[in-house]
């Protein structure tokens, strides 16, 4: 079986307190929720001040393409809260950079850690990958905290223009491998 039809076997997951699940469009005013409050957004992507914006990034961003990209609702709430997905995947080279958040309230709770680990399990038992990426901000101590958490280790540290602001920032590059394919 192919990695596509591999991840869309797994476009639900549950684990203990989540359900990673594919986005939709009924999840616009959560999104919104997110999208529109800078508390939440310090280190993955520019506020959006309207609901246009935001319906905009969640369908571009989210939606388009939806295999590799998983809504994070927690069970007890039973909505969304946050968001993981492989920002970039390469079937031939089997490796990928993922990237994720949770909304500000849920920070905190283990609930990061919780998708983080459960993705990179499946990266490497069921989707083949060999190798998995994140990077953060310099600054962003609680994102790295998840990856070292998640076994990530970090690989380098590098000066580099942020995506939106193209003003140069501090990154750590993390890296996890496949047991014995280091």
């Given at each position: 079986?192919?990695?596509?039809?591999?991840?869309?076997?797994?476009?639900?997951?549950?684990?203990?307190?989540?359900?990673?699940?594919?986005?939709?469009?009924?999840?616009?005013?959560?999104?919104?929720?997110?999208?529109?409050?800078?508390?939440?957004?310090?280190?993955?992507?520019?506020?959006?001040?309207?609901?246009?914006?935001?319906?905009?990034?969640?369908?571009?961003?989210?939606?388009?393409?939806?295999?590799?990209?998983?809504?994070?609702?927690e069970k007890s709430v039973g909505k969304l809260i946050g968001a993981i997905k492989f920002d970039k995947l390469d079937p031939v080279e089997r490796w990928a950079e993922l990237g994720y958040f949770v909304k500000k309230e849920f920070q905190g709770q283990g609930f990061a850690t919780e998708m983080l680990k459960t993705i990179a399990f499946l990266s490497f038992q069921e989707f083949g990958l060999k190798k998995l990426c994140l990077?953060?901000?310099?600054?962003?101590?609680?994102?790295?905290?998840?990856?070292?958490?998640?076994?990530?280790?970090?690989?380098?540290?590098?000066?580099g223009s942020d995506r939106y602001t193209h003003k140069v920032r501090k990154y750590l590059a993390f890296e996890l491998y496949k047991e014995n394919d280091n």
């Open positions: 079986m192919d990695l596509l039809t591999i991840l869309a076997t797994y476009s639900v997951i549950e684990t203990e307190h989540l359900y990673l699940r594919p986005f939709s469009f009924a999840d616009a005013e959560s999104f919104y929720a997110i999208a529109s409050n800078p508390d939440n957004l310090d280190f993955i992507f520019p506020m959006r001040t309207t609901r246009s914006e935001s319906d905009y990034l969640l369908v571009h961003g989210f939606l388009k393409n939806p295999l590799g990209v998983w809504a994070v609702e990077v953060t901000h310099e600054e962003n101590k609680a994102s790295q905290r998840v990856a070292e958490k998640s076994g990530f280790k970090v690989k380098r540290r590098y000066k």
